[in-house]
């Protein structure tokens, strides 16, 4: 399976959108795209992770206490993972997922995306299907 994420950054965030096998599925925010890819600089808490492909496994997250999708091996980065908020205090690096198209920084219905998108992967996951996600 593939997700997609398409990013639109602006100055303050980089809202998107993501596809699943090409397909739309919900919108996301992240923080300020620093262009890492290409020789930027991360400032901790407030950069998106760089563009590439990643694995994405589900895994136990200690800070939500839940099972949450997590990508694997992004450069600079630990603990990247797609969860729920409303702005970009709440990603330090994550993805964050919502219904409502992003109105500036902040990003509507994310537990709704987030509980839909759990419910697809969880599905993919039992029959051991690999999940990556590429950043665009």
Same mark, same amino acid.
């Given at each position: 399976?593939?997700?997609?994420?398409?990013?639109? %950054?602006?100055?303050?965030?980089? %809202?998107?959108?993501?596809?699943? @096998?090409?397909?739309?599925? !919900?919108? &996301?925010? #992240?923080?300020? @795209?620093?262009?890492?890819?290409?020789?930027?600089?991360?400032?901790?808490? #407030?950069?998106?992770?760089?563009?590439?492909?990643?694995?994405?496994?589900? &895994?136990?997250?200690?800070?939500?206490?839940?099972?949450?999708?997590?990508?694997?091996?992004? %450069?600079?980065?630990?603990?990247?993972?797609?969860?729920?908020?409303?702005? &970009?205090? @709440?990603? #330090?690096? !994550?993805?964050?997922?919502? #219904?409502?198209? %992003?109105?500036?920084?902040?990003?509507?219905?994310?537990?709704?995306?987030?509980?839909?998108?759990? @419910?697809?992967? &969880?599905?993919?996951?039992?029959?051991?299907?690999?999940?990556?996600?590429?950043?665009?």
């Amino acid at each position: 399976m593939k997700l997609t994420l398409v990013r639109d %950054p602006q100055p303050k965030c980089t %809202p998107g959108f993501m596809q699943i @096998d090409g397909v739309f599925f !919900c919108y &996301t925010l #992240e923080d300020i @795209d620093r262009k890492l890819e290409s020789g930027g600089v991360k400032v901790p808490g #407030e950069t998106c992770i760089p563009r590439g492909t990643y694995k994405v496994k589900l &895994t136990h997250s200690p800070r939500f206490g839940i099972i949450t999708p997590e990508l694997l091996d992004v %450069p600079q980065f630990e603990y990247i993972r797609i969860h729920t908020g409303n702005s &970009t205090p @709440d990603t #330090e690096g !994550c993805i964050l997922v919502g #219904e409502h198209e %992003p109105t500036g920084c902040w990003l509507g219905a994310s537990r709704f995306s987030f509980n839909k998108l759990m @419910d697809i992967l &969880t599905v993919i996951d039992k029959y051991k299907i690999p999940i990556e996600m590429e950043i665009l």
